[in-house]
């Protein structure tokens, strides 16, 4: 009996050390997470090595635009070799939801409320939200604190704006514009329309070729004024521009959140999940908001200088499912009055 009881313990010793070395799971025994991000170095060179650093964990990154990181999650989905999509906008994650499995980070409570998970399969951990960005040495004497204002006459034609119809920032702007200029809270609201109407002439024709083509056209002088969005600005400040500031509509800015989910049957559960906590932790939203231009979704977290506290904005919140469905009606709507204007 002895020597049968050594026997078997010995195999089953050698059956626990393989599972242990061969195993894929989330269990602790992993050390690796693999990252898939559409985020900017500037991101991914600040939170990643800390991730490392603080879990012993060893992250592998692979970067990309986000439709074609989703495109690559859907076809490894019967053997996901992604755990986390780290990164891209709310409407990546509603029309995906299937490519994603549900976690809710004990961090949950500490975020900002109308951004907390409520969904289950995505974990919004930035915000991004419209403003003005303003050149001053420009604008000296002109009163811009209002998407009201952008009417005054002294800047016809000098108003920077990308095309709402293939940029994602322009878009943004405009919906931004209908709910804050609305007299009824919709996206429909006519008194919204006229005021898009009358704001189509003041640009006279000029758009931008891209959301970056606004803000530089700004900085370097050659617009007064810009229909942006926050953190390039705040980057642009941040990093010595002496001549912009940003301006919140008094009548209100919308913040739209950036998301992370965990990929459906992630090899990594458990490292994943850490890692979402991770995301939403303190330090790292002071991170986000103080050291990078990115505004944290945590409630309290710090921002710099270049931004102003979320609780001294006027914010505005996006019917997202309304704006996701009706997006093409939207941009319609606007085609053909931008045509019509011409």
């Given at each position: 009996m002895k020597g049968k009881f050594r026997i078997v313990?010995?195999?089953?010793?050698?059956?626990?050390?393989?599972?242990?070395?061969?195993?894929?799971?989330?269990?602790?025994?992993?050390?690796?997470?693999?990252?898939?991000?559409?985020?900017?170095?500037?991101?991914?060179?600040?939170?990643?090595p800390l991730f490392e650093e603080k879990t012993g964990i060893k992250v592998e990154v692979i970067s990309a635009g986000t439709g074609?990181?989703?495109?690559?999650?859907?076809?490894?989905?019967s053997n996901p070799y992604a755990d986390v999509m780290f990164g891209g906008s709310y409407t990546q994650y509603m029309t995906n939801k299937a490519l994603f499995q549900d976690y809710v980070s004990k961090e949950n409570d500490n975020v900002i409320e109308a951004y907390r998970n409520k969904t289950g399969y995505v974990t919004y951990t930035v915000l991004d939200g419209s403003a003005l960005v303003v050149n001053t040495?420009?604008?000296?004497?002109?009163?811009?604190?209002s998407y009201q204002d952008l009417l005054n006459p002294a800047l016809k034609g000098k108003i920077a704006t990308a095309d709402p119809s293939n940029s994602s920032s322009a878009?943004?702007?405009?919906?931004?514009?209908?709910?804050?200029?609305s007299d009824?809270?919709?996206?429909?609201?006519?008194?919204?329309?006229?005021?898009?109407?009358?704001?189509?002439?003041?640009?006279?024709?000029?758009i931008s070729s891209g959301s970056s083509a606004v803000y530089k056209s700004v900085v370097d002088g050659e617009m007064m004024v810009g229909?942006?969005?926050?953190?390039?600005?705040?980057?642009?400040?941040?990093?010595?521009?002496?001549?912009?500031?940003?301006?919140?509509?008094?009548?209100?800015?919308?913040?739209?959140?950036a998301g992370t989910g965990i990929v459906k049957n992630a090899k990594n559960l458990d490292n994943a999940q850490a890692f979402i906590d991770f995301l939403l932790s303190e330090e790292v939203q002071n991170i986000f908001g103080s050291q990078l231009t990115n505004r944290p979704v945590r409630t309290g977290a710090k921002v710099g200088s270049y931004m102003a506290p979320f609780e001294s904005i006027h914010v505005l919140y996006e019917d997202m499912d309304y704006v996701y469905n009706h997006k093409s009606e939207i941009v319609e709507r606007y085609t053909k009055l931008y045509a019509g204007l011409q």
């Open positions: 313990s010995a195999l089953l010793l050698a059956a626990l050390v393989f599972a242990g070395c061969s195993s894929s799971g989330g269990g602790s025994e992993s050390k690796t997470l693999v990252v898939y991000s559409p985020n900017s170095e500037g991101i991914m060179n600040t939170v990643i074609e990181l989703i495109k690559r999650i859907e076809s490894e989905a040495d420009l604008t000296k004497g002109i009163e811009i604190s878009f943004s702007q405009l919906t931004n514009i209908l709910l804050a200029m009824d809270g919709t996206y429909t609201s006519e008194k919204a329309w006229t005021y898009v109407s009358e704001l189509i002439k003041q640009w006279d024709g000029k229909l942006s969005y926050e953190d390039p600005v705040a980057k642009l400040i941040k990093d010595g521009a002496k001549n912009i500031k940003i301006v919140y509509p008094s009548e209100g800015a919308v913040y739209l959140p």
